[in-house]
């Protein structure tokens, strides 16, 4: 029996994870099958929180093989491989609308939405709620289909979201180790020890998004006052309670082992024809208008592609990957990654192949007249000079000199603090050898 929720918290307090551990706890006479999964889902959306995240949870009599994946209080979290009989529907609906009626947030905005049911919804509306904006009707109709229960608080918006996480079936996953703050200290500064944050990336190789080498700062500690106290994100599950165990920090009240498509690039829609706001696109360009910083510290830089011209945008937040952006010229070759925003009209980057270089030429003179060979002086656009002395008119002829490129092809991305949970950090990629 799946059990899935969704938008339970606010931007001041509580995280859908932490719910997550509550179910855990109170459904332990249950068996959970496979690990609890944290599904990412479009981050365009409008309305989300901060990182669209979607929880769901399989119970059922557990058989075979069992791991340990978490620590609730006393409780050690033990996840099956095969379930051999499923628990009541109605009894898991009753037991977990108590919990999310008395966790979630709906006095500050929240909309939460739980689903239960024997079978997941089609992949289909994954794929579509990690990439497009889905309306709701679309997913009651869809949970109708497959016998479904649906929980609605204010408004249930939640419903979407619950329903994708189930029905997401990984192509590509990865897995984040989620350490809890106790009650007493949520809202407090966190106690988390840097320099062990720093090793995670050398001694847990499969690890990542870890620490910012350039501001010198974790990535893996949250900044809102949500329950969390830290989470490590790696590709080999096994690694990740030694990871957390290598963090001295203040005490962990509990933790959980999450299978989740952070790190997957499950948003980003390849085939297209024409782009759209509210999705993110892997775009092939040449650029045909050089960078230029606006007002706020934004770079922009106009790429052609096989639909048009596309403004391309590395927000300020980007930091140092502005300074990649910034050294590009008309005529280099891209491939770039990101969501295309409704306005202003811009494709906002998330990482960027350069494909090919242009040869990069800069004026050193004027031309010399054709008839009286005195140096010309420019009309302004348009590369026409007019001679000084006999007012012959030509255009070009300039002496141009070649100007070193300070990059080099190849893949740049943000730093970690400016990266989307579900962007594939090229560590990861390059890892996977996987090409654009
Ligand atoms: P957190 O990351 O802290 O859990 P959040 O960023 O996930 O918070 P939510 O509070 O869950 O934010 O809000 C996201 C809302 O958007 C949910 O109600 C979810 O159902 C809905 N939603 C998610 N994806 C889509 C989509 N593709 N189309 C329409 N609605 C969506």
């Given at each position: 029996?799946?059990?899935?929720?969704?938008?339970?918290?606010?931007?001041?307090?509580m995280c859908?994870t932490f719910l997550a551990t509550e179910?855990v706890r109170?459904?332990?006479?249950?068996?959970?099958?496979?690990?609890p999964?944290l599904?990412?889902?479009?981050?365009?959306?409008?309305?989300?929180?901060?990182?669209?995240?979607?929880?769901?949870?399989?119970?059922?009599?557990?058989?075979?093989?069992?791991?340990v994946i978490g620590q609730i209080g006393d409780l050690k979290v033990r996840?099956?491989?095969?379930?051999?009989?499923?628990?009541?529907?109605?009894?898991?609906?009753?037991?977990?609308?108590?919990?999310?009626?008395?966790?979630?947030?709906?006095?500050?905005?929240?909309?939460?939405?739980?689903?239960?049911?024997?079978?997941?919804?089609?992949?289909?509306?994954?794929?579509?709620?990690?990439?497009?904006?889905?309306?709701?009707?679309?997913?009651?109709?869809?949970?109708?289909?497959?016998?479904?229960?649906?929980?609605?608080?204010?408004?249930?918006?939640?419903?979407?979201?619950?329903?994708?996480?189930?029905?997401?079936?990984?192509?590509?996953?990865?897995y984040e180790v989620l350490a809890y703050r106790a009650k007493e200290r949520w809202g407090t500064p966190r106690q988390v020890m840097p320099q062990d944050v720093?090793r995670l990336?050398?001694r847990f190789?499969?690890t990542?998004?870890n620490?910012?080498?350039?501001?010198?700062?974790p990535a893996i500690v949250p900044h809102s006052p949500c329950p969390i106290l830290f989470g490590i994100r790696g590709?080999?599950v096994s690694e990740l309670p030694e990871a957390m165990r290598s963090v001295s920090s203040e005490p962990v009240d509990r933790w959980l082992l999450f299978?989740?498509?952070?790190?997957?690039?499950?948003?980003?829609?390849?085939?297209?024809?024409?782009?759209?706001?509210?999705?993110?696109?892997?775009?092939?360009?040449?650029?045909?208008?050089?960078?230029?910083?606006?007002?706020?510290?934004?770079?922009?830089?106009?790429?052609?592609?096989?639909?048009?011209?596309?403004?391309?945008?590395?927000?300020?937040?980007?930091?140092?990957?502005?300074?990649?952006?910034?050294?590009?010229?008309?005529?280099?070759?891209?491939?770039?990654?990101?969501?295309?925003?409704?306005?202003?009209?811009?494709?906002?980057?998330?990482?960027?192949?350069?494909?090919?270089?242009?040869?990069?030429?800069?004026?050193?003179?004027?031309?010399?007249?054709?008839?009286?060979?005195?140096?010309?002086?420019?009309?302004?656009?348009?590369?026409?000079?007019?001679?000084?002395?006999?007012?012959?008119?030509?255009?070009?002829?300039?002496?141009?000199?070649?100007?070193?490129?300070?990059?080099?092809?190849?893949?740049?991305?943000?730093?970690?603090?400016?990266?989307?949970?579900?962007?594939?950090?090229?560590?990861?990629?390059?890892?996977?050898?996987?090409?654009?």
């Open positions: 029996m799946y059990v899935a929720f969704d938008d339970t918290d606010s931007v001041t307090s859908t179910v109170a459904l332990s006479d249950h068996d959970l099958i496979g690990y999964r599904v990412r889902l479009n981050p365009s959306v409008p309305w989300k929180t901060r990182g669209n995240g979607a929880l769901c949870l399989r119970f059922g009599k557990g058989s075979g093989a069992s791991s996840s099956h491989r095969r379930s051999l009989g499923d628990p009541d529907q109605d009894e898991l609906m009753e037991r977990c609308s108590r919990l999310l009626r008395l966790w979630s947030r709906t006095q500050e905005d929240a909309s939460p939405g739980l689903v239960v049911s024997p079978s997941p919804p089609s992949p289909r509306l994954y794929w579509r709620t990690v990439r497009e904006v889905v309306p709701k009707e679309e997913v009651m109709e869809e949970l109708r289909r497959i016998g479904a229960s649906a929980l609605e608080l204010s408004g249930g918006r939640g419903v979407i979201g619950a329903s994708a996480a189930m029905a997401w079936r990984p192509r590509d996953r990865t720093e990336d050398a190789p499969s990542f998004n620490y910012d080498h350039v501001a010198r700062r590709d080999d299978m989740s498509n952070q790190g997957t690039d499950d948003h980003i829609v390849r085939r297209w024809r024409e782009l759209r706001p509210w999705s993110s696109y892997r775009v092939e360009g040449e650029v045909v208008r050089a960078p230029a910083t606006i007002p706020g510290g934004h770079v922009i830089l106009r790429l052609r592609t096989k639909a048009g011209e596309v403004d391309c945008a590395a927000y300020e937040p980007s930091k140092e990957f502005r300074g990649v952006v910034r050294q590009l010229v008309p005529g280099d070759l891209l491939v770039a990654f990101g969501e295309l925003r409704e306005r202003p009209r811009t494709l906002n980057l998330e990482k960027i192949e350069v494909v090919a270089l242009a040869e990069h030429r800069r004026k050193v003179s004027n031309p010399a007249c054709p008839d009286c060979g005195k140096a010309m002086g420019s009309m302004g656009r348009g590369g026409w000079y007019r001679c000084k002395r006999c007012g012959r008119k030509a255009q070009g002829g300039e002496r141009t000199e070649l100007v070193p490129r300070a990059i080099e092809e190849g893949w740049y991305e943000p730093p970690v603090r400016a990266r989307r949970h579900i962007s594939m950090p090229l560590k990861r990629q390059l890892a996977r050898g996987l090409r654009s």
